[in-house]
């Protein structure tokens, strides 16, 4: 199965600091519809019905769980306590596997910059995309 057919119904989230989002979703969740891997193209579904398209470099997705474990247990003092918990909390949600699971994980880190960089990825990242692109449509 090509990658990018997994992607399908995958649970994203638009990053919050996204300049210019037509679809004016910054920071939302939402399910990936379809994807146009060759045209960096990724259509997500949202729940108000709104459909925005945006290039890999805009959407987040959780880290798999043991990066975050080894996140953890490298961590040198430098996380408070509440970064810490929402990190571990994160890995809970994921190994659930639901997407209101993942959802929740990814609005944990929404507005916790330090949680977001340790816990979330860019899809292109995820992907191995290797793109010079700024983020944005």
Do not use: C, W
């Not at 990658?3 to 399910?31: I, Q, S």
């Not at 975050?68 to 408070?80: A, C, F, P, R, S």
């Amino acid at each position: 199965m090509n990658e990018h057919l997994k992607m399908e119904g995958r649970t994203v989230m638009v990053h919050p600091e996204l300049y210019d989002d037509p679809a004016e979703k910054t920071g939302m969740t939402g399910t990936i519809r379809s994807v146009d891997i060759s045209g960096n193209d990724f259509f997500v579904d949202f729940p108000d019905g709104k459909l925005g398209r945006y290039g890999a470099d805009a959407l987040l997705v959780l880290k798999k769980p043991e990066d975050i474990h080894q996140v953890l247990e490298n961590d040198k003092g430098t996380l408070t306590l509440a970064e810490r918990k929402d990190l571990f909390n994160i890995t809970l949600f994921q190994n659930y596997g639901f997407p209101e699971q993942v959802k929740t994980a990814l609005e944990m880190a929404r507005n916790r910059p330090v949680v977001r960089e340790l816990g979330l990825r860019s899809l292109e990242d995820s992907l191995g995309m290797n793109q010079s692109r700024a983020r944005g449509r």
